[in-house]
T-cell receptor, first 109, second 114 residues
Framework: RKEVEQDPGPFNVPEGATVAFNCTYS??????FFWYRQDCRKEPKLLMS???SGNEDGRFTAQLNRASQYISLLIRDSKLSDSATYLC??????????FGAGTTVTVRA | DAGVTQSPTHLIKTRGQHVTLRCSPI?????VSWYQQVLGQGPQFIFQ???????GRGNFPDRFSARQFPNYSSELNVNALLLGDSALYLC?????????????FGPGTRLTVL
């Protein structure tokens, strides 16, 4: 079983729409959780950390459910610039980041 | 301030050859990690180095090795290249190995093995 599994999408949404997607992780000992964003043929960049209480950063909201071992990301009022691959990341062994395969989001005008 | 830099940006090798990839971390960062990203997949952890010591190793064969220098720069070496080694190799730096410190990724080295 993969450490992190994500719906690959693609999610194709119009500008202004809300889009949400999840990932699940297998190691219950994971301590830290993140969403990274990766543009085509570029390096991943941290979008936001995910906390147990849930957290929001502008139009982005992340939730963590430890009991069910899933993490979600919701994007409100989608912009064209939100088109990217979103990588779910957990830390099953402290020092290393374990990435999912990514969820592709395309926002159309 | 300069971000993480990697060289070369692109590389083409043939099966059986050896390759060395280089990474310079952000100034002040002492931890460097290496990841392999195959097309269509997320990055996979290869190594982490901190203060010139290997702190962690992913599930990669012994053909993969790395080291960190006194200035905290790092090299990733891959011997006896296989077609399956074709990937984007990413270097990430952070202040310390702890995951609460954000890891900043370099632009990567795109390796093609023919």
């Amino acid at each position: 079983r993969k450490e992190v599994e994500q719906d690959p999408g693609p999610f194709n949404v119009p500008e202004g729409a809300t889009v949400a997607f999840n990932c699940t992780y297998s190691n219950s000992a994971s301590q830290s959780f993140f969403w990274y964003r990766q543009d085509c043929r570029k390096e991943p960049k941290l979008l936001m950390s995910v906390y147990s209480s849930g957290n929001e950063d502008g139009r982005f909201t992340a939730q963590l459910n430890r009991a069910s071992q899933y993490i979600s990301l919701l994007i409100r009022d989608s912009k064209l610039s939100d088109s990217a691959t979103y990588l779910c990341v957990v830390t099953p062994e402290g020092y290393k980041l374990s990435f999912g395969a990514g969820t592709t989001v395309t926002v159309r005008a | 301030d300069a971000g993480v830099t990697q060289s070369p940006t692109h590389l083409i090798k043939t099966r059986g050859q050896h390759v060395t990839l280089r990474c310079s971390p952000i100034s002040g960062h002492k931890s460097v990690s290496w990841y392999q990203q195959v097309l269509g997949q997320g990055p996979q952890f290869i190594f982490q180095y901190y203060e010139k010591e290997e702190r962690g190793r992913g599930n990669f064969p012994d053909r993969f090795s790395a080291r960190q220098f006194p200035n905290y720069s790092s090299e990733l070496n891959v011997n006896a290249l296989l077609l399956g080694d074709s990937a984007l190799y990413l270097c990430a730096s952070s202040l310390t190995p702890d995951t609460y410190n954000e890891q900043f990724f370099g632009p990567g080295t795109r390796l093609t093995v023919l």
